[in-house]
């Protein structure tokens, strides 16, 4: 099985856009969207539900005041001031500072610090008319996405492996930082959408040196690449200098922004258009 793995190194490049039409074309495959502090892929790919798991990840602590004597170990030991003394001089812990690293639960001899493991988000495995489907969606607030895009991976390459399938087609989170990390963590084959922008060529930069640390074949694709023909320039130059093929030119369109708007596939949609022939000659290039 062939994972590949469609990044950006900023948020509203177009990837998801770009991955849903790849998901149309590409055949014997599994779907997963990685980008669980904003999963949208499911608004392209409407799915039907099979089953969902609760993600717990990270503990809360709190001070139990029937057994805590005030003898400050926990403050002194929180490099992070969330143990906080109240008017009445009871110990508390102020869940918004805490990181939930646990010193203070071992500080304490008195064992007066219990914890619950936190409900951070949900996990999904759905059924849709282009194949299984696997994606996550976290609390809003919460924290460690990166672990809770190593679920979804690892749930989706069990459906995949079960399925037989050929490919995992994932849409990776945007930037650079620990989702990211985890979805190009074993992958195969990285995929990265860019704009001609500023900050489109800056941050794909960044995302190619991430994405050469785990030494992951890379490939770019330009969307809008027509709307500054300097930038776009630019994009091929970066693009040369760390030896990534640039495997497709996508131009701005007013048929995508309309098959976004009614939450529609672009290349299921429009599968006589010039565009939709560029997704298909971009996935002759990946698979």
């Given at each position: 099985?062939?994972?590949?793995?469609?990044?950006?190194?900023k948020?509203?490049?177009?990837?998801?856009?770009?991955?849903?039409?790849l998901?149309?074309?590409?055949?014997?495959?599994?779907?997963?969207?990685?980008d669980?502090?904003?999963?949208n892929?499911n608004?392209?790919?409407?799915?039907?539900?099979?089953?969902?798991?609760?993600?717990?990840?990270g503990?809360?602590?709190?001070?139990?005041?029937?057994?805590?004597?005030?003898?400050?170990?926990?403050?002194?030991?929180?490099?992070?001031?969330?143990?906080?003394?109240?008017?009445?001089g009871?110990?508390?812990?102020?869940?918004i500072?805490?990181e939930?690293?646990?010193?203070?639960?071992?500080?304490?001899?008195?064992?007066?610090?219990?914890?619950?493991?936190?409900?951070?988000?949900?996990?999904?495995?759905?059924?849709?008319?282009?194949?299984?489907?696997?994606?996550?969606?976290?609390?809003?607030?919460?924290e460690?996405?990166?672990?809770l895009?190593t679920?979804?991976?690892k749930?989706?390459k069990?459906?995949?492996?079960?399925?037989?399938?050929?490919?995992?087609?994932?849409?990776?989170?945007?930037?650079?930082?620990?989702?990211?990390?985890?979805?190009?963590?074993?992958?195969?084959?990285a995929?990265?959408?860019?704009?001609?922008?500023?900050?489109?060529?800056h941050?794909?930069?960044?995302?190619?040196r991430?994405?050469?640390?785990?030494?992951?074949?890379?490939?770019?694709?330009?969307?809008?690449?027509?709307i500054?023909?300097?930038?776009?320039?630019?994009i091929?130059?970066?693009?040369?200098?760390?030896?990534?093929?640039?495997?497709?030119?996508?131009?701005?369109?007013t048929?995508?922004?309309?098959?976004?708007?009614?939450?529609?596939?672009?290349a299921?949609?429009?599968?006589?258009?010039?565009?939709?022939?560029?997704?298909?000659?971009?996935?002759?290039k990946?698979?």
């Amino acid at each position: 099985m062939k994972e590949i793995t469609v990044i950006s190194g900023k948020g509203g490049t177009g990837k998801t856009t770009i991955t849903a039409s790849l998901a149309y074309l590409l055949e014997n495959k599994v779907i997963a969207d990685c980008d669980v502090d904003a999963a949208n892929l499911n608004l392209l790919i409407k799915s039907t539900p099979v089953s969902q798991h609760e993600f717990k990840s990270g503990n809360n602590y709190r001070i139990d005041l029937e057994k805590c004597v005030q003898c400050g170990k926990c403050k002194e030991v929180c490099r992070f001031d969330a143990v906080e003394i109240d008017e009445d001089g009871q110990y508390n812990i102020n869940h918004i500072k805490c990181e939930g690293c646990g010193f203070c639960y071992f500080a304490c001899e008195l064992k007066a610090i219990d914890f619950t493991i936190n409900s951070t988000g949900m996990l999904y495995q759905s059924e849709t008319s282009l194949g299984s489907f696997v994606y996550a969606e976290l609390n809003v607030a919460e924290e460690n996405s990166g672990k809770l895009v190593t679920e979804v991976r690892k749930q989706a390459k069990k459906v995949a492996q079960k399925n037989k399938a050929e490919y995992l087609l994932v849409d990776g989170p945007p930037g650079i930082a620990c989702p990211v990390n985890a979805a190009l963590t074993g992958t195969n084959l990285a995929v990265i959408v860019t704009e001609p922008t500023l900050s489109g060529i800056h941050d794909l930069e960044r995302i190619i040196r991430v994405a050469e640390q785990f030494k992951i074949t890379s490939y770019c694709i330009i969307n809008k690449y027509d709307i500054d023909d300097n930038n776009a320039e630019k994009i091929q130059e970066v693009c040369a200098k760390f030896n990534i093929p640039v495997i497709g030119k996508i131009p701005f369109s007013t048929e995508i922004y309309k098959s976004v708007e009614n939450q529609q596939i672009f290349a299921e949609s429009y599968t006589d258009h010039p565009i939709s022939d560029i997704f298909k000659n971009i996935l002759e290039k990946i698979s």
